[in-house]
């Protein structure tokens, strides 16, 4: 079979008619793995401003896309912590008191990424490296890197822009938290929930006069590195680079 052929059927939906004849450790009743990546004793974190006491975020959905789209040019503002906040918590926040509701769905309510932040300028945090943790709604503080900005751009394959974004969102994919439940089928969902998670962001953005474009286009490798992930239970699926709007 052709390569393009083989990567065509990973578009198709035909495992599900071989739902009883996969391999799935749900079914063999072993345990879920969790659904927040966990950390050291010697964390240290940031807290982030909760949902209730958003005062960001208020205009009218039909407005947020109507104005959506991918941009590429940034002022020098930094964002508030409010609004990485609101953004954070409209792509992955919890939302129930049950770990699958958030405010993107997921099939199965896996949800199976983790979302890292690379910083520059958001007020109240030093540039460095960030993970979410949407259960907590706080920040887990993974350490500054030098000449970050310039690095994640070389690491987007020389896309310019993305060191002129106030912050870089990456998302992980953690495949085990689908495979548990969905076999040789997660990996497809896998691939639709991440674009559940970035246009949530498109939308959050307008919402905050930000901009914000979509990167598919990555090395894996590096970036799987900067991230400190290994590549195979965890990697770099998608991402997303944002600044507060260049009206011009
Ligand atoms: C999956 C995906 C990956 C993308 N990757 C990149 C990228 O790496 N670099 C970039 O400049 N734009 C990227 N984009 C943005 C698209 O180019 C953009 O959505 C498209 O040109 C349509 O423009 P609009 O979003 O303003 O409607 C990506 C968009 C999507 C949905």
Redesign the pocket.
Known sequence: MKSTDNNRNFLKAYLWDKWGQLDRDQEKGVPAPPFQKPYGDDASFVELIKPEDFNVGNIALREALGRR??R?RFTGDPLTLEELSWLLWSAQGVTGDNEGRRTAPSAGGRHPFETYLAVNRVEGLRPGLYRYLPFEHRLLVMGEVQGLEERMAEV?HG?KFVAGAAVAFFWTALPYRAEWCYSLISHKMIAIDAGHLCQNLYLACEAIDAGV?????YSQHKMDHLLGVDGTDEFAI?GAVVGKTLHK
């Open positions: 789209r991918s590429r987007c896309q474009c979509a990167i598919g286009k998608y």
